[in-house]
Each structure stands twice: as structure tokens, then as C-alpha cells.
């Protein structure tokens, strides 16, 4: 099992980049807690709404908002767990994610690939999925796989089972997954379940785990939903991941846009915890500011770096095992 070395503690050499202090990360909790219970968040999934109001949430049916209290929040982070592991088909691969350990992946998903032979900039097909995850399995650098690609010549109502495919059969390391719905999800886990030797050999070794988004500003779309509640009835990894943008899809100052992020991850995990607690969850982010000049993700910036650097702390703050990607 692989541990990495550590990033961002607080040592008594060395260099540290901490960007938030205690007294500031104790704010921005703050202002989630009156968020959450004030505005709330959109949940459009009706078997969401039941979960939520089950669990001791304020739900409108009519207007599909669910205001969640800050015993309810609270309780459902405590009950998450602060360490997961990423088991690989090949032991050699698993890696543990707690603390302040670093482990590296790529990135998903790219929609046009240049062909390595022709140089043609062309949409990737089935084939650039299998030769992408081959060249994932051999780099030492990249601990686990995400879906760098998406299958453009497959019927794209079953693309993710696909895309699932491809990998899984080519690399010995533990995958990461966008399902797309609840239902490819189940699919998918009975994918893995052929491959790791069984349905009992899965749950002892989880070779997948799954990611999904909410939709900023504070919705937690039906799929969204879905996915969460499955991962957690399976008892898999489910990566939470906040897309928002600031100045486009959050507030544009990095404390707000911060207060927003939060409030997104940490419903969808209170969402898992009260589906079943002690859930595994990642508390996810691909968060950045927007270029005000094309309206689009900015990316390799300084204000993806600190906000990237941020949500790290965030995530340490909740004592919770996070994915957040490259500035």
C-alpha cells in the first residue's frame, strides 16, 4: 500500500504555503453554516428530498430548496470518514489518501486528442481510451486513473459504460469514474465485481470510485443525486467535486466564492452521510475564477492556485481526504 510523502504541515523546517489561517477557515465554516440554513440548496431528485427531510432537514417541496441546519451538517462530517483507500487490481497500487499526503493523477476529460500518428486534432474514439490508460498504467508518477478521454464513436447513451470499459481492462490501477446516472454507476461496479474476483472480493477491495459535480450556483441536480446516493448504498468512494467559477458562477471575491464551494461539497456529503453514514467521500474541487474576457474556466493561474490551495485547507479544516486539481 503507498503512502506519500506529506505536503503543507506545519514543520520546524522548511517551506510551508498555507493559505488560509484558523481564524479565517473558522469564518468561511461559519458562513456555510448560514448558507446551508438560510438559503439552502436546490435538490431536484425527489428520493434526495426524502433523504434530506429524513434526516432532519427543512424541505419545500414546491420550490425543491432544502435548508440544512448546522446539527444536521455537522454531524454528517464527523461521520465521514478522514481516510480512504484507492485499491488498484494490482495491490501494488493501492494508495491511502488522508491528512496532508499527496499522491498525483491525470486529468478528465479531454475532447479532442492529436492522433500519434497522423497529428490529425481529431474527437478521440474507443481506441485513444484503451492507449491512454495504457500509458496511465506504466507512469510511475500517476498513482490512480481518471477517464482522460471520452469515446466519441460509441453510442453516447451508454458512452460512460464504455469509457468504463476500456479502462478497467487496461490498467492495474485503481480508476476513477464520472458515471453520468445512478444506474450506469451500478453497471459499472458490476463491471468490477467480474474483475476483482467476485462481488465479496469487490467490497473488500473497491477497485472503482466515482465523481460527480454540482451545479453551481447550490444545485444538486438530479444525476448528482443519484450518483452520491448510490456510491453510498455500495459503500464506494465518492468524489464530490465543486466546478464553480468565480466572478461567473460565484461570487467574485475568493472568500465568497470559498463560502459557496463549501456549501456545494458539503451538501452533497451530507447528502451520502444520510443515505449511510460513515460513507466514503472525497471533498472535491475544480473550482477557479472566470476570464472575464471569454466567460470561460481560467486554469494555470495564480487565482487557481490559491483557490486550489484554499479548498486543501478546507478539506484538512473537516478532517476529510480531498481531490483538488492543477493550477
Do not use: W
Not at 41 to 57: Q, S
Not at 138 to 154: M, N, P, R, S, T
Amino acid at each position: 500500500m503507498k503512502r506519500n510523502f506529506h505536503a503543507g504541515g506545519q514543520r520546524s523546517s522548511g517551506l510551508s504555503l498555507n493559505i488560509l489561517t484558523d481564524d479565517e477557515l473558522d469564518e468561511i465554516h461559519y458562513g456555510t453554516l448560514e448558507v446551508l440554513n438560510e438559503t439552502g440548496v436546490f435538490v431536484e431528485d425527489d428520493a434526495a428530498l426524502d433523504c434530506f427531510e429524513n434526516g432532519g432537514a427543512v424541505v419545500d417541496r414546491d420550490t425543491k430548496n432544502v435548508r440544512i441546519p448546522p446539527h444536521v451538517l455537522e454531524d454528517a462530517i464527523r461521520s465521514a470518514p478522514a481516510k480512504v483507500v484507492l485499491y488498484g487490481r494490482n495491490p501494488v497500487h493501492d494508495i491511502v489518501l488522508e491528512s496532508t499526503r499527496v499522491h498525483f493523477t491525470n486529468f478528465s476529460e479531454g475532447v479532442m486528442v492529436n492522433d500519434p500518428y497522423t497529428g490529425e486534432n481529431r474527437p478521440p474514439v474507443k481506441q485513444d481510451l484503451i492507449d491512454s490508460a495504457k500509458v496511465i498504467d506504466y507512469l510511475d508518477e500517476i498513482d490512480f486513473c481518471e477517464k482522460a478521454l471520452g469515446a466519441h464513436d460509441v453510442d453516447q447513451r451508454t458512452v460512460p459504460l464504455h469509457n468504463a470499459e476500456a479502462y478497467l481492462t487496461n490498467t492495474s490501477k485503481h480508476c476513477a469514474f464520472g458515471p453520468g446516472n445512478g444506474g450506469f454507476l451500478e453497471k459499472i461496479i458490476a463491471m468490477a465485481q467480474a474483475i476483482a474476483g467476485g462481488v465479496k472480493a469487490f467490497q473488500r477491495r473497491p477497485i472503482v470510485s466515482f465523481t460527480t459535480c454540482p451545479v453551481s450556483p447550490l444545485k444538486l441536480i438530479a444525476d448528482c443525486c443519484d450518483i452520491i446516493m448510490a456510491a453510498a448504498k455500495n459503500n464506494v468512494v465518492c468524489n464530490i467535486l465543486s466546478m464553480a467559477m468565480a466572478g461567473g458562477t460565484a461570487p467574485v471575491t475568493l472568500a465568497g466564492t470559498l463560502v459557496n464551494h463549501n456549501a456545494e461539497v458539503l451538501s452533497g456529503i451530507t447528502l451520502a452521510q444520510l443515505t449511510r453514514k460513515g460513507a466514503p467521500v472525497i471533498y472535491g474541487s475544480s473550482t477557479t475564477a472566470m476570464d472575464l474576457k471569454l466567460a470561460s474556466a481560467s486554469v494555470g493561474t495564480p487565482e487557481c492556485a490559491v483557490i486550489s490551495g484554499a479548498v486543501a485547507r478546507l478539506a484538512r479544516y473537516y478532517a476529510l481526504p480531498s481531490y483538488v486539481a492543477g493550477g
